[in-house]
């Protein structure tokens, strides 16, 4: 089968209303890729992350109304015939650029991090043991995918720290990929987000894996309705985000774990590590987990 791939160069503060204009042409597919190697972290609550200089790319099935398509984004943009690229696609090279961002790896020795479409293959029932459980994601999500060093810090420390029966917050929830990690490690686990379609993958996600009755899912305004009924409650809050809301945040972090809880804090550089561990100083920090330029800092709750 072949597609129709809409290729149209962006800045940022157009991207919402050319992405509507798509979708609502019938679009089967988004995704978005820098024109340049800029930095862009796992969204904080309230942040949509993007590039400054972006290309959208659609696709379509063969048979979509080129003229109709063309005049929803010419009244967008009547030049937007020099910025746009159509292209014809064979489905195999769609699967292979889509296996460009699959993630398959192992962590702490007892979590498999696994596309969707190998759950029930045999390299899957291989890779799984009585100790080790398989994490399955679809590939391609721009955030919480497990291709950021941030994430795969994250896992690395929920499975080789998650025990069962424990609460766990993670906060900034995303795909759920960090939720999910720890609620089939055995945690039960409370997901935040602002976003609602971070929260609706995030269900999804979790009834793929057959953990959806150990993660519980609260909106940001559903959060703070409800966290001081959390007061001194989790055993462990993970939070891979960005440095200024996690510093914003020190209250309430250290409110509601445990004494003697732990703190799971990333998306974070190095360079800010140091600024926020001095923001809790109700936390005794280990040494930094490091990746490229990235920090990972977990620490307990002293008072």
């Known amino acids: 089968m072949s597609w129709l791939q809409i290729t149209v ?14 979708v609502n042409a019938g679009a089967v597919a988004i995704t978005y890729e820098s024109h340049a190697d800029e930095v862009v972290l796992e969204p904080a609550p309230g942040a949509i992350p993007m590039w400054q200089q972006i290309s959208l790319v659609a696709l379509f099935s063969v048979d979509t109304n080129l003229a109709g398509l063309n ?37 702490g020795g007892k979590l498999w991090l696994l596309p969707k479409s190998e759950q029930n293959s045999a390299t899957a029932s291989q890779q799984q043991t009585p100790a080790t459980k398989a994490l ?5 999500l721009a955030f919480g995918s ?5 994430t795969r810090m994250c ?12 609460s766990v917050l993670d906060f900034g929830c ?6 999910i990690a720890a609620a089939l490690l055995g945690a039960t686990v409370v997901a935040v987000d ?3 379609q971070a929260l609706l993958a995030t269900r999804e996600n979790a009834e793929f894996n057959a953990i959806g009755d150990r993660v519980q899912t609260l909106s940001l305004e559903q959060w703070q309705a409800q966290k001081d009924e959390y007061k ?18 020190e209250p309430t972090f250290c409110d509601i774990l445990q004494p003697g809880g732990e703190l799971v804090l990333s998306g974070i550089l190095q360079s800010q590590a140091p600024q926020v561990m001095d923001a809790y100083p109700r936390v005794a920090f280990e040494s930094p987990s490091l990746e490229a330029e990235w920090a990972c800092l977990s620490g307990r709750l002293t008072v």
Not at 155 to 166: C, N, P, R, S, V
């Open 71 to 107: 005049e929803s984004l010419r009244a967008l943009d009547p030049q937007v015939h020099e910025r746009l690229e159509i292209d014809f696609i064979a489905e195999e090279d769609w699967q292979r650029r889509l296996s460009n961002h699959t993630v398959r790896a192992q962590f």
């Open 194 to 196: 602002h976003d609602p």
């Open 136 to 140: 399955y994601l679809e590939p391609g």
């Open 146 to 150: 497990g291709s950021h060093p941030t």
């Open 155 to 166: 896992l690395e420390w929920l499975a080789q720290h998650t025990k069962a029966q424990q």
């Open 232 to 249: 001194d409650h989790f055993d462990v809050v993970v939070a891979n985000i960005l440095a200024a809301p996690i510093i914003e945040l």
């Open 9 to 22: 160069a962006l800045h940022t503060q157009e991207a919402q209303a050319f992405e509507d204009v798509l």
């Open 174 to 179: 995303g795909s759920g990929i960090l939720a």
